[in-house]
């Protein structure tokens, strides 16, 4: 499964942006993709999830009532959507890819992940 992440960049405090994650390979049988973020100095962070079969979305507290994940199957494409923008929403994001089924207990964890992509920055001043 190869993933590439686009639609990173600067934004205003307040601002939008949209990040696209686009899919290819053996993507049958994922059962769980998400959005991760890094900022500098932190640890790896689980902002949303998705589970392609069944559409449930998960959200972190940070990003909750401001973000919205989704996915074009047919596209094979996983988008996240970021409203309100803050400057504590800078960092690294990437889009992962799990064979595992998305649970609550465990989508915001870097093991629930089997791929990952290369990452998009997003920088809010």
């Known amino acids: 499964v190869q993933l590439v992440e686009s639609g990173g960049g600067s934004v205003q405090t307040g601002g939008s942006l949209r990040l696209s994650c686009a899919s290819s390979?053996?993507?049958?049988?994922?059962?769980?993709m998400g959005w991760v973020r890094q900022a500098p100095g932190k640890e790896r962070e689980g902002v949303a999830a998705i589970s392609p079969a069944s559409g449930r979305r998960y959200y972190g507290d940070s990003v909750k009532g401001r973000s919205t994940i989704s996915r074009d199957n047919p596209k094979n494409t996983l988008y996240l959507h970021m409203d309100s923008l803050k400057p504590e929403d800078t960092a690294m994001y990437y889009c992962?890819?799990?064979?595992?089924?998305?649970?609550?207990?465990?989508?915001?964890?870097?093991?629930?992940?089997?791929?990952w992509g290369q990452g998009t920055q997003v920088t809010v001043s």
């Open positions: 992962a890819a799990s064979r595992a089924r998305c649970l609550p207990v465990s989508w915001t964890r870097e093991t629930q992940y089997d791929y």
């Open positions: 390979g053996s993507i049958y049988g994922t059962l769980c």
